[in-house]
Every structure is written in structure tokens, then in C-alpha cells.
């Protein structure tokens, strides 16, 4: 794991402007927000394909329906609370219903964007993504991962949210990593238990394997980039292996990523999941890294909760 830190709303921006010169068909919408969003570095680039629709997150989803179905890829950015949350509507109804070829791509998400607080800290996305028809979820963990999953998900014919961040995150993986939608990537190979996480806490997994290796403690990180489709196959396979598994993710515990593992292995090799996350309440104003140890989702939380089994 590198010691450079970029956060995944930049690596996105740079990857789509990118994009654009090899596909014609892509244009960007976003809400007002692309100083933020960094899709400002695609609408500098080519500012015929960029349509800023001010404050209207829900029109702009329907602009992008309606863009889809005339041959062209729009790709939508707004923060996740105005993605997922305003315009929920918009999306169940116009663009995951007739399965329409829109990319969802929401930045600020979970209780890491920080200082804007409770009502700006989208705890509740995953969910509500991932139980539409027709959805992709993708909610990628570093730089590397995120610059493929922009470009992989423009392959897709359908819908797809793409869950990204405001605070800047280890660079976990190098450029020659193979990734697949809706393959999982293990890391490390130890039997004691098996952390499985996605986004911002991945990184966070892995440093707390380092440090329980040094403990005689070996466990594996799985991140899984892909929460619909999950990788089911690799959740059995590793709950068969270890025995133990703990997820963790800056995201409501209910209905997120631990849900979905528990789906899997209440169907198919029941097994105990401990899950770290946001436990059924709203955020708060702080900086993001002392939020993530205060709702105990980062390494010393990890650590802990392996530690006092």
C-alpha cells in the first residue's frame, strides 16, 4: 500500500475527462456542485458535452434518461445525499425501471465528508441503490480501483451507482491489478478470521492486518468493490476458510455492505458476521478522520473488535 493519498471524487474527475476523448457519446451532468464532484476537469475539456443544471438534482436525472435513449452515456454527479437522496424518485422510476443506460456517480458519500454534518453525510445510499431492479452498485476503495471502475462501468448497458468520497485515501493497489464487476479482491491469505470491507475502510482493513500479523494474528481483507452483484463465491469460500468474518464500512449497518454478506451466507453457509458501521444513527460535524474512529470503522476499532473475541 503506497503511502499517497488521493481521494476517489479525484480520481474520478481525471478519469472521466480522460474518458471523453475516447468516447464521443459520454456527457456529464452535474448539480451546481463540479468544483466538487471534479467534474469541472471534464466540462473544462469539452464544454459541449457538459450540461450544469444548477440546484435540480431530480431534473438533471431525467435530463439523463432522456439523454440515454438518443445513444448517449451521461454520467451524473451530485453528492450522494442529493443523488440517492432527492432524487430517488427520478432514478427508481426513469432510469432503474426502463433499465436505462445512466452512471450515477455520487462523491461526498458516508460520515467521511466530514464538517458539512449530518445532513450532508449519506449513510443510507448502498441500500437504496442496491434493492433497485436493474442496479449496479459499485463503491470503489482507491484511486487505482476507481480510474478502472469509471471507465469499466461505460461497458455496462444499464444502470449503475457509483459511490465515491470526499476524504483522500491510501493508494492500495498498483496499475498492473486486475479488477472485474462483481469480483471481490482478497488480500493476504490468513485463516484466523476474514475482514470484509469496501470504499474508505479498505484501506483501514488492511492496516489492521499488518499489525495483527505482527501479533501472530493472520487474517485476510477482502474488498468488495462490487456490492451488486456480490461476490458470493468468494464470502462462502472464505467463510468456509476462516470461520470468522467482520465486515466494516462507512455506511448504515443496516441494509449496507454487512447486510449483503449476510444475505449471502444466511442462504448459503451460515455463519456469525460481526459488522462495524454506522449503528442506525445519523452523523456529525468533525473531521473526518476522528469521525471514522468515534463511529468505530476505522483501524483501532478493527483492531479491537478482532482482538476482544
Not at 464532484?37 to 431525467?62: C, D, L, S, W
Not at 480510474?147 to 469499466?152: F, G, L, M, P, T
Request: contains cysteine; hydrophobic residues 40%.
Amino acid at each position: 500500500m503506497s503511502d499517497k493519498k488521493i481521494a476517489t471524487r479525484q480520481s474520478y474527475g481525471e478519469k472521466l475527462a480522460e474518458l471523453g476523448e475516447k468516447n464521443e457519446n459520454i456527457v456529464v451532468l452535474d448539480a451546481d456542485l463540479s468544483t466538487a464532484t471534479k467534474t469541472g476537469i471534464f466540462a473544462k475539456k469539452f464544454p459541449e458535452r457538459f450540461i450544469n443544471v444548477g440546484i435540480a438534482e431530480q431534473n438533471m436525472m431525467g435530463i439523463a434518461a432522456g439523454l440515454s435513449t438518443f445513444g448517449k452515456i451521461p454520467y451524473v454527479s451530485t453528492f450522494a445525499v442529493f443523488a440517492a437522496g432527492r432524487a430517488y424518485d427520478q432514478i427508481r422510476n426513469s432510469i432503474a425501471y426502463p433499465k436505462l443506460n445512466v452512471k450515477i456517480c455520487a462523491t461526498h458519500s458516508g460520515i467521511t465528508v466530514g464538517e458539512d454534518g449530518a445532513t450532508h453525510q449519506m449513510i443510507e445510499d448502498i441500500s437504496l441503490m442496491r434493492t433497485l431492479p436493474n442496479m449496479t452498485v459499485i463503491s470503489t476503495s482507491d484511486d487505482t480501483q476507481t480510474r478502472w471502475a469509471v471507465e469499466e462501468i461505460s461497458k455496462i448497458n444499464g444502470p449503475v451507482y457509483l459511490r465515491l468520497s470526499r476524504l483522500a485515501t491510501d493508494v492500495i493497489y498498483n496499475e498492473n491489478q486486475k479488477f472485474e464487476i462483481g469480483k471481490g479482491i482478497q488480500i493476504g491469505e490468513g485463516t484466523d478470521a476474514t475482514i470484509i470491507s469496501t470504499g474508505v475502510c479498505t484501506a483501514e482493513a488492511i492496516k489492521a492486518m499488518e499489525i495483527l500479523k505482527s501479533k501472530n494474528i493472520n487474517v485476510r481483507v477482502v474488498d468488495i468493490h462490487t456490492i451488486k452483484p456480490i461476490d458470493s463465491e468468494l464470502i462462502i469460500k472464505c467463510a468456509k476458510e476462516t470461520g470468522r468474518i467482520i465486515t466494516v464500512e462507512d455506511h448504515n449497518i443496516i441494509g449496507g455492505l454487512g447486510s449483503a454478506v449476510c444475505e449471502v451466507l444466511s442462504q448459503n453457509y451460515p455463519t456469525k458476521v460481526e459488522m462495524l458501521g454506522i449503528k442506525d444513527k445519523f452523523g456529525k460535524s468533525g473531521k473526518a478522520e476522528e469521525l471514522m474512529h468515534d463511529f468505530e470503522i476505522d483501524c483501532d476499532a478493527i483492531l479491537k473488535k478482532i482482538e476482544n473475541v
